[in-house]
């Protein structure tokens, strides 16, 4: 065949659009075991991470396994749905867009040194796209042990900043309940006066990141009020014995 020829020409393109796509989809297709075990690792560390432990990660899994000793999904009614590896694998962006009630949420139950800590995933809205997190609670349900917060596509140097140990570590401490016992989360307050109050569900907000402080906040009570049934009946019954 004339190499000169549009004929030539058109079934060399086409070829080197079949062998490229090929070589792509190969490609692709045996790097996802890869990347889902990535993904697992990373949420591993997240999780650990909300309960102050640190792990590299080639320990991650060994490390949440010593300490993560059930995980749960509830419905909207705190009840418990799904147990072990099915629970772990729930999307939980892909649930966030579900109804309420057809909704499953994920929960971590952690023992570290015989203390009880609950490690629930957060899921919310920020100024751009989405941010998401994890919040850990101590045995009471109600203190915060640590949080976690990522993002989409927030603004570098002010909703970004969500990501920072400095704002992560505003959270430790607080309380999700006011003095009365009822949940109300915590407020991502902007003009924050209440310097190290624990007891006054709020924390200072990131300056010229309201709207993001205020995704902050909605993603906390929102995703939190779905579990508190769980949490008081837990307390009631660690009470009991």
Do not use: C
């Amino acid at each position: 065949m004339n190499r000169e020829s549009n004929a030539y020409t058109l079934i060399f393109a086409v070829i080197m659009v079949v062998v490229v796509a090929s070589a792509l989809a190969i490609a692709a297709t045996s790097l996802q075991p890869l990347q889902a075990q990535n993904i697992k690792i990373e949420k591993m560390q997240d999780i650990l991470s909300t309960i102050e432990i640190s792990t590299t990660k080639e320990e991650a899994e060994e490390i949440y396994n010593q300490y993560i000793t059930e995980v749960l999904a509830l419905d909207s009614n705190g009840e418990v749905v799904l147990e072990g590896p099915e629970a772990f694998a729930i999307d939980l962006a892909k649930e966030y867009k579900k109804e309420t009630n057809q909704q499953r949420f994920p929960l971590y139950v952690a023992d570290v040194d015989g203390s009880t800590y609950y490690v629930i995933p957060l899921y919310g809205a920020g100024l751009w796209n989405s941010i998401w997190g994890y919040i850990s609670l101590e045995e009471d349900g109600n203190t915060v042990k640590g949080t976690v917060f990522s993002h989409a596509g927030e603004t570098p140097g002010l909703g970004a900043e969500i990501t920072q140990d400095w704002f992560q570590e505003r959270f430790i401490g607080e309380k999700i309940k006011n003095s009365n016992g009822e949940f109300v989360g915590i407020n991502v307050q902007k003009g924050y006066s209440g310097g190290n109050d624990k007891d006054d569900n709020a924390v200072d907000a990131i300056s010229g990141a309201t709207i993001t402080g205020d995704g902050v906040t909605n993603m906390i009570h929102e995703r939190l009020e779905y579990y508190i049934s769980y949490l008081e009946k837990q307390n009631t019954n660690l009470a009991l014995n």
